[in-house]
């Protein structure tokens, strides 16, 4: 199983088809539901996507087709994905909490000719653009709660499709073979939007090629192997889980657990208890941010032996993780603290039995980061993109740290532009843009070598990348020295209480910024400290509140100034913002980044008051709420200015 | 008017409703002197999602408990699957397959989300304290049958994530849904919600509708509600029942009811001669 | 093992104490139970162990019931059947006595004060005492009878022996205490398995956290309060045995109803387990108290400790150890 040479299994359906004859009882699916979990072997899922198959065939589903698939992660829609392909169509998975206008725009583009939606929620949206969009002629939905007041004429139950396709299997059988094996390495298989930090989302294409060698060299680095358990919990659509959940889940023939419902996701994920776990820096933040306030609640003893263990774990987990040497005594304690609060501890969160365990995407704070591994768990970074299937670098075993993404990929080359711009070049590397000549062209150029729009550096000594920020983000201040506002950013997100950070100073005198404060961490530290208020906005503003960022801003001051090249990416002036920036008012991506520009245009007035020198600006913010009604909140921001090292003193100094 | 069809009609909505599942006849009910209700007549038909409306202090809660037996009413009939309903106490209203929630919330804090709604089912429960005793293993396949009931519930009202959680520590919009949950999980014939939406902000209010109006749709289930918000009654009923000081003022369909002189006098607070 | 005499002994007290412990928990026990499903403080507790004793050794020894009564018939004199009963049918018999009581009980007083405050209810219990004390003593005399249902009495040999071994000092035990604390125990869990797992279990939870909830999901009130009683029944049957068999069936039995307030207090009125505890604290405090203070005050101090201890409690934790906290709303 360790190769693939000349393609053997030159699609996921093959790969499908493989499990179900090499391990036909083996566990391929679970999924909770009315609160037992279900199971499906290889061999019965198989059954099911070969039905499902026949089912798309009866519907008339023809070759090049794109289907669209929107919901949450559920056996039945990676199901449809696989069903897709094997009728040679290409499966196009959605971001279920697009706003209407944003489906739209998606499932125009592809020329989706069906969709297959979780629930009505979906359908609804669908239902609403097809007046425009003539080309959906198919919808199938996998939910049948409120539907039977539908119009059933383009419309049916997944049920139904399968049992039509088990019904027919005579008509349908050796078409649908025949359709299986015309799929080759070069087809397609799977297309994905990307979220897209500017302009329109594109839809990234990705060849079989792509994702089996992928997922069979990112399979092979960390030993991942059937048996395997993984949690299906992140967006379809986004290229992370199609990798995890159907690439490397077929290559290795691995199960993919799906939770019963958003809400129940940690006891989904303590139940299961993975083997294999990815998720963004936001979610192991929030874990650790849960586990410290309920530290916070426990008796002093608890929290003494808490704290003690802790303290030790900090020193001695990760080198004892790394299988680096370390004194008896250490190893005993540790030991000890492993049977009265790693162990328990890790239970809790679920990830008792995590062998691998990866997060991307952001940058992750050191001491969250070293929290993980110091309890045992190994927890690595990596560092990739749609376009490139994942996968560009990422950290072996024993090379761990959490200032750098890792070394290249297996099957990766790397090479960094004049402009300190990131480019790389591996099987991975995505077809092209659908429907986009010009941003293909102007991504990948002839020798295949696609930019990644991040600036970085590669580490002498021990190959490991390094990324400063977005390339097209690291500009010059008005004095010519060097402006990296996401790394600034970064440094001031490690902080609990700061949720988000956005600095400006590009072609300016100085840097400035404005903090978003988290509400569960501040709000805590506010009720410890008897500090009350009514809301977001009145805590945002409190002088306390706004005297700690001030100590946050000042340490990351210190800190930046230690780097000379960075020295002028200092924050002079900052603000506390009165509202979360929100995807839905567009000041953040679908996946959390920070859309500069917009937030720039947006608050104006506030980067205005910022460089003017005021202490307080009074203004008014659009916002939209959930369901899409427009309000405007109002308030008076106070401006607070920060100490900066001077750079020259410095240099004195040394 | 709709009396008139004794086999039931169809809503612009396409759903069938059925004959009469339970009518009342002249009620009357006093408290010492003071009438509460007086000499009212009405009737819920099967399917149907049939509202109670008016002002505080019409008697609409008084309505909804003499259906469901907290209390007797001095004169008149309740008729219930064609058959007049002797007096009855409340655990045998329940019994009949009348499930109701109550104004205040009425749960078991002490017990878990999933043992409250098992509660539901208790009446449904055949094996009995000796056989329970005797034959543990059929009991437990009982148990099994009763909590897969109460599971699709769980996850039709999408409580989830709060299934091990004691009720007492819930925010108040999610007990409300528990005790919905725990009146459906009796199956009944007629559910009766004492203001669902009371004490609700308009995203609770929008979720609690679309519960009953799925809950109607997926089960089939009668449903009489009483909300004094009309705003939400109208959009939600087939047909609605307005009273104001005990007295019955008017009766028919949403629209019928809104053109109704005496129905807009009460809401406007026009004086009483 | 060598250990100081006075650690020997005081162990040897301690020992002793946790088992008489489980003796009160056992009466505590009853009074929980009606306590948490309907809310009445019952008084008749103790009574109720007595009457349980009483009816036990009588329908064991063939008394006729109500001799006293029926020999006032001029030319009528009865006393006996002239048969013993089997003591394991005895129980049973007074088991179904006891589950006939509840029903009594239940038609006659507990109906016509529903909704009534819990002062009437108590005092309710107050008369049901009076006339249950009466009632035993008219149904099967006056006199002061044993209990004799098999138990083991005397000193436990073996733990005398193992001690023997252990410590070169042979521990006084009553057997009769062990046996207690197995049948308390084997009690104990029952009613957790049945209140936990049983449907009528469910039901009774339920009327005890909510009685307007419980009738809306079709519990009939008078069911459960009739089982409640019938195992509150049971309870003090087995109360009265276990006493009886220590002590004599006589008045002086009721009055462990006395020994039972302050197990409450400590554990309070709401908690199986707190009933437990209570009682084990209350057992082994005043058996060490008597052995470390009582000397210095002139001994007899097993008559007030366990009041005093639980006036302390009432003082700085008013809910018991493992009752419901009481909030004030205002």
Same mark, same amino acid.
């Given at each position: 199983m360790s190769s693939n040479a000349g393609g053997e299994y030159p699609s996921i359906p093959a790969l499908l088809a493989r499990n179900a004859r090499e391990?036909?009882?083996?566990?391929?699916y679970r999924e909770k539901e009315f609160g037992i979990w279900q199971s499906w072997t290889w061999a019965q899922a198989q059954a099911e996507i070969r039905a499902l198959a026949m089912g798309f065939l009866a519907l008339g589903m023809a070759r090049g087709d794109h289907v669209a698939v929107i919901g949450r992660n559920r056996p039945a829609l990676y199901w449809s994905m696989v069903a897709a392909q094997m009728c040679g169509a290409v499966p196009v998975p959605l971001?279920?909490?697009?706003?209407g206008d944003e489906m739209a725009y998606v499932l125009d583009h592809c020329g989706a000719r069906f969709v297959v939606c979780g629930d009505q929620e979906q359908v609804d949206k669908v239902i609403e653009v097809q007046d425009e969009i003539r080309h959906i002629e198919q919808v199938v939905y996998l $939910?049948?709660?409120?539907?039977?007041?539908? $119009?059933?004429?383009h419309l049916n139950a997944l049920k139904d499709v399968v049992a039509e396709g088990r019904a027919a299997h005579h008509r349908f059988e050796a078409e649908l073979d025949a359709r299986i094996r015309e799929l080759?390495?070069?087809?397609?298989?799977v297309m994905l939007y990307t979220s897209g930090t500017t302009g329109r989302p594109k839809g990234v294409v990705l060849s079989n090629r792509n994702i089996i060698e992928t997922s069979r060299a990112s399979s092979e680095f960390d030993r991942l192997r059937a048996g395997d358990e993984v949690l299906?919990?992140?967006?379809?659509?986004?290229v992370g889980d199609f990798i995890f959940s159907i690439g490397q889940a077929m290559w290795t023939g691995f199960c993919v657990n799906c939770p019963e419902s958003p809400d129940t996701m940690m006891t989904d994920l303590r139940e299961i208890g993975p083997t294999y776990f990815f998720a963004p820096p936001r979610i192991f933040e929030t874990m650790l941010t849960n586990v410290m306030i309920r530290m916070e609640d426990a008796g002093r003893l608890k929290k003494r032996l808490f704290d003690h263990y802790m303290a030790l774990a900090r020193r001695v987990g990760p080198a004892i993780l790394d299988g680096k040497p370390v004194s008896a005594s250490d190893r005993l304690g540790y030991a000890i603290g492993n049977l009265l609060i790693y162990g328990p501890l890790k239970n809790t969160l679920g990830? /008792?039995?995590?062998?691998v365990a990866y997060t991307a995407g952001e940058a992750i704070g050191p001491e969250i980061f070293d929290f993980y591994r110091s309890l045992g768990i190994n927890l690595k970074q990596l560092y990739g993109q749609t376009e490139a299937s994942v996968f560009i670098t990422q950290q072996p075993d024993g090379e761990v740290r959490s200032d750098t993404v890792g070394v290249?990929?297996?099957g990766v080359e790397l090479r960094i532009g004049d402009s300190g711009e990131v480019f790389y070049r591996s099987?991975? /590397?995505?077809?092209?843009y659908f429907n986009n000549p010009d941003s293909t062209a102007s991504t990948k150029d002839a020798e295949g070598w696609v930019a990644t729009g991040d600036a970085g550096f590669i580490e002498a000594g021990t190959g490991h990348l390094r990324i400063i920020d977005r390339a097209k983000d690291v500009g010059k201040m008005a004095d010519g020295s060097l402006f990296a506002p996401k790394y600034v950013e970064n440094k001031l997100k490690?902080?609990?209480?700061?949720l988000e950070a956005v600095v400006f100073g590009a072609g300016r005198q100085m840097c400035t910024a404005f903090i978003n404060i988290d509400l569960t961490a501040v709000g805590n530290w506010a009720e410890r400290n008897n500090i009350s208020y009514g809301s977001y906005q009145e805590l945002s503003q409190h002088p306390q509140v706004i005297e700690m960022i001030r100590g946050h801003v000042e340490e990351v001051n210190r800190s930046v100034a230690e780097d000379p090249m960075l020295s002028?990416?200092?924050?002079?002036r900052f603000l506390v913002l009165h509202k979360e920036l929100d995807a839905d008012d567009g000041?953040?991506?679908? /996946?959390?980044?920070?859309r500069r520009a917009t937030i720039g245009e947006k608050f104006a007035d506030l980067v205005e008051a910022l460089y003017g020198g005021a202490a307080s600006i009074y203004t008014e913010t659009e916002v939209t709420y959930e369901d899409g009604r427009k309000g405007a909140i109002k308030a008076t921001l106070t401006i607070s200015d920060a100490a900066v090292v001077p750079v020259s003193q410095k240099v004195a100094a040394e | 008017m709709l009396d008139a069809n004794p086999e039931g009609y169809t809503t612009a909505d396409g759903r069938k409703i059925g004959g009469v599942l339970m009518e009342m006849r002249n009620i009357t009910l006093r408290f010492g002197g003071v009438k509460?209700?007086?000499?009212i007549s009405f009737d819920i038909r099967e399917g149907e999602i049939r509202a109670i409306i008016g002002p505080n202090g019409a008697g609409k809660s008084s309505m909804l408990n003499v259906i469901s037996g907290f209390y007797v009413p001095q004169e008149g009939e309740v008729w219930f699957h064609g058959q007049r309903r002797a007096p009855m106490k409340p655990y045998e209203v329940a019994r009949q397959g009348i499930a109701r929630t109550f104004q205040n919330i009425a749960l078991?804090?002490?017990?878990?989300v999933l043992d409250n709604i098992m509660t539901g089912r208790l009446t449904m429960m055949k094996t009995g304290l000796f056989s329970q005793a005797l034959w543990w293993g059929r009991a437990q396949a009982e148990e099994t049958e009763h909590r897969e009931k109460v599971e699709r519930i769980i996850d039709f009202l999408e409580i989830q994530s709060i299934r091990?959680? +004691?009720?007492?520590?819930?925010p108040y919009g999610l007990k409300k849904r528990v005790e919905l949950a725990r009146a459906l999980a009796a199956e009944p014939k007629l559910l009766l919600l004492d203001e +669902?939406?009371?004490?609700?902000?308009v995203e609770e209010k929008e979720d609690m509708s679309r519960f009953i109006l799925d809950v109607n749709d997926e089960f089939g289930t009668t449903i009489a509600l009483i909300e004094h918000d009309m705003g939400v009654v109208m959009d939600l009923s087939d047909r609605v029942v307005v009273m104001d000081y005990g007295k019955k003022i008017g009766d028919g369909t949403p629209d019928e009811v809104r053109a109704n002189q005496a129905v807009i006098d009460a809401y406007l607070g026009v004086a009483h001669d | 093992m060598v250990l100081p005499d006075q650690v020997l002994f005081a162990m040897e007290a301690a020992l002793n104490g946790l088992l008489s412990g489980v003796m009160y928990a056992l009466v505590a026990l009853g009074f929980v139970l009606i306590f948490k499903a309907? @809310?009445? =403080?019952?008084?008749?507790q103790g009574v109720m162990a007595l009457f349980a004793a009483l009816t036990l050794v009588g329908i064991q020894q063939g008394q006729v019931p109500f001799a006293d009564l029926i020999n006032l018939i001029p030319g009528v004199e009865v006393h006996s059947f002239g048969w013993t009963v089997p003591s394991v049918l005895a129980i049973v018999l007074t088991g179904l006595v006891m589950i006939g009581m509840a029903l009594i009980i239940e038609a006659l007083i507990l109906k016509h004060l529903v909704n009534q405050p819990p002062i009437i209810l108590f005092m309710a219990t107050i008369g049901l005492a009076y006339f249950l004390e009466g009632l035993g003593d008219t149904m099967w005399g006056a006199d002061i009878k044993t209990m004799d249902v098999g138990l083991p009495q005397g000193m436990s040999g073996t733990i005398d022996n193992v001690t023997n071994a252990w410590f070169g000092y042979g521990f006084y035990v009553d057997q009769l205490n062990i046996v207690a604390t197995v049948v308390a125990a084997v009690l104990v869990a029952l009613l957790m398995l049945f209140s936990q797992y049983s449907k009528q279990g469910r039901a009774l939870r339920a009327v005890a956290d909510d009685h307007q909830a419980a009738l809306s999901v079709g519990i009939s009130l008078r069911f459960i309060w009739v089982l409640v009683w019938s195992i509150a029944g049971f309870v003090a049957l087995v109360a009265g045995i276990m006493w009886g068999a220590r002590s @004599?069936?006589? =008045?002086?039995?009721?009055?462990i109803a006395l020994k039972a307030l302050p197990v409450l207090m400590l554990g309070g009125f709401t908690s199986i387990p707190g009933a437990i505890v209570g009682g084990l604290i209350i057992g082994i405090g005043e058996q060490l108290f008597e052995f470390w203070v009582g000397p210095l005050v002139g001994g007899a101090t097993e008559n007030w400790f366990a009041y005093v201890l639980a006036l302390v409690f009432l003082v700085f934790?008013?809910? @018991?150890? =493992?009752?419901e906290k009481i909030i004030e709303r205002v």
């Open positions: 391990h036909p009882a083996l566990a391929a971001y279920q909490e697009a706003t $939910d049948k709660r409120g539907m039977r007041k539908y $119009d059933h004429s080759g390495y070069d087809s397609t298989c299906a919990y992140l967006p379809m659509a986004w990830l /008792t039995r995590v062998r290249p990929s297996p099987p991975g /590397t995505f077809v092209e490690f902080y609990p209480s700061i002028g990416c200092q924050v002079h000041e953040l991506t679908r /996946t959390r980044k920070v | 509460a209700i007086t000499d078991f804090d002490g017990m878990s091990k959680t +004691p009720v007492g520590r819930l +669902p939406m009371a004490g609700m902000n | 309907s @809310g009445i =403080f019952n008084y008749a @004599g069936v006589q =008045f002086s039995l009721s009055l934790r008013p809910q @018991g150890l =493992f009752g």
